[in-house]
């Protein structure tokens, strides 16, 4: 298997690289893509619409799903609300052969490739550390302590690019999003030696 196969591809990175942003382009401008919508627990923001940006559940709802085996993967984020893959319209957009996405953090892809290692694994990377920093501490409504935390976990998250088949630099968001919808919907990636 080189893992188009199966024509599912898992985007992650560390936070504040702009995974939904290159999500939202790949939405808007190519809906030959399927993407999974997730399920939290966290609160949907102004302007988020119930089934099409998530699945707004209870914490009840979510341990409902954990334990009938709903979900492909999930994981606390930021140390806050649960998210999760929900397995089956997964499973149908495979069965339709519809190349499909899921983007979502590292624990979760860690957890795919447990489960599904054909799938692809694309690491979205900022251009470079600075401008990683500058993403992330940008708003400057942080703590200074709050701040050495963030910048800890991107540097953790940034050494995850190891673990991943191909990365793409997000430097601009529309050429990021083309290169991974070639990614996803081009010819099978050569076997590894
Ligand atoms: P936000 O709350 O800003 O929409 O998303 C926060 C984080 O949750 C993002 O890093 C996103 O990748 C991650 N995330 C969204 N959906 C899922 C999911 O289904 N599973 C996992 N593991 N992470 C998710």
Redesign the pocket.
């Known amino acids: 298997m080189t893992g188009r196969g199966s024509r599912l591809t898992v ?3 560390p ?1 504040a690289v702009g ?2 942003t290159v ?1 939202a382009y790949v939405r808007m401008h190519h809906p030959e893509v399927w993407i ?1 919508v ?3 627990t ?1 609160p949907a ?1 102004p302007g ?1 619409v119930e089934g099409r ?2 699945h707004f559940v209870s914490d009840a709802g979510f341990d409902a799903m954990v334990a009938r085996g709903d ?5 606390v ?2 140390r ?2 649960r ?4 397995r089956r319209p997964v499973e149908e957009a495979l069965a339709h052969g519809r190349p499909a996405l ?8 860690r ?1 795919v490739r447990a489960s599904m290692p054909d799938a692809l694994f694309v690491f979205l990377k900022p251009p470079s550390w600075e401008e990683l920093v500058r993403r992330l501490v940008g708003r400057g409504t942080e703590t200074p302590e709050e701040r050495v935390r963030r910048l800890e976990t991107a540097r953790a998250e940034l050494a995850a690019e190891t673990e991943f088949d191909v990365t793409v630099v997000n430097t601009e968001v529309p050429v990021a999003a083309e290169e991974l919808v070639a990614l996803m919907t081009g010819p099978p990636r050569a076997p590894s030696p």
């Open positions: 985007l992650a990175g936070t995974k939904g999500a999974s997730s399920a939290t966290r923001r988020e940006h998530y979900l492909l993967e999930w994981a984020v930021h806050a609300w998210y999760g893959t929900p899921l983007e979502i953090d590292l624990q979760g892809a957890q």
